[in-house]
T-cell receptor
């Protein structure tokens, strides 16, 4: 089964600083990888996804992620943090067996942005 | 316009009650899911239906029974609610494994 590991349950950055949220995957086949964001008391919003096209994926709100097969990583970055980026971020991998596909999530990283 | 809609958004109920959460998608997707998010924010799949057929059933107590009357709807019925069932339940849908769309969640509180 495929899985993802998010390193760091809490990350704190200053406003304007680089955001780096780490995600490593485990997969026996080329994976489909996703980053979702969850703002307080809200649902899950797709930030970006990797579906085996370009390895550098650009998403919404200035976020991007790079798929690195050699490092089995899909880290999320943003050059300059904004207060509105404070949220919970989830990395996920799509796992497909026969007709069944599902998203398997990492444990999440809470991003705090300070002044 | 909402792609995946769930009702109700909030549900507060007493232990032992039976309750249902409804989900509808207007994306034309053929697979729908229920996920549970616990108090530590961990998201875990519960069920998956493909064209009204149960495909995934992940070690969920029998008190939870999903029902899919058609491809666009997937409801979750919970019998004899327990305190530990308190969580946020998310419905989702997909056409293939390249994209998943989530509803806004139902926060269930059992008292």
């Amino acid at each position: 089964a495929q899985s993802v590991t998010q390193l760091g349950s809490h990350v704190s950055v200053s406003e304007g600083a680089l955001v780096l949220l780490r995600c490593n995957y485990s997969s026996s086949v080329p994976p489909y990888l996703f980053w979702y964001v969850q703002y307080p008391n809200q649902g899950l919003q797709l930030l970006l996804k990797y579906t085996s096209a370009a390895t550098l994926v650009k998403g919404i709100n200035g976020f991007e992620a790079e798929f690195k097969k050699s490092e089995t990583s899909f880290h999320l970055t943003k050059p300059s943090a904004h207060m509105s980026d404070a949220a919970e971020y989830f990395c996920a991998v799509s796992d497909e067996t026969g007709t069944a596909s599902k998203l398997t999530f990492g444990t999440g990283t809470r991003l705090q942005v300070t002044l | 316009d909402t792609a995946v809609s769930q009702t109700p958004k909030y549900l507060v109920t007493q232990m032992g009650n039976d309750k249902s959460i409804k989900c509808e998608q207007n994306l034309g997707h053929d697979t729908m899911y229920w996920y549970k998010q616990d108090s530590k924010k961990f998201l875990k799949i519960m069920f998956s239906y493909n064209n009204k057929e149960l495909i995934i059933n992940e070690t969920v107590p029998n008190r939870f029974s999903p029902k899919s009357p058609d491809k666009a709807h997937l409801n979750l019925h919970i019998n004899s609610l327990e305190l530990g069932d308190s969580a946020v339940y998310f419905c989702a849908s997909s056409l293939n494994q390249r994209g998943y769309t989530f509803g806004s969640g139902t926060r269930l509180t059992v008292v």
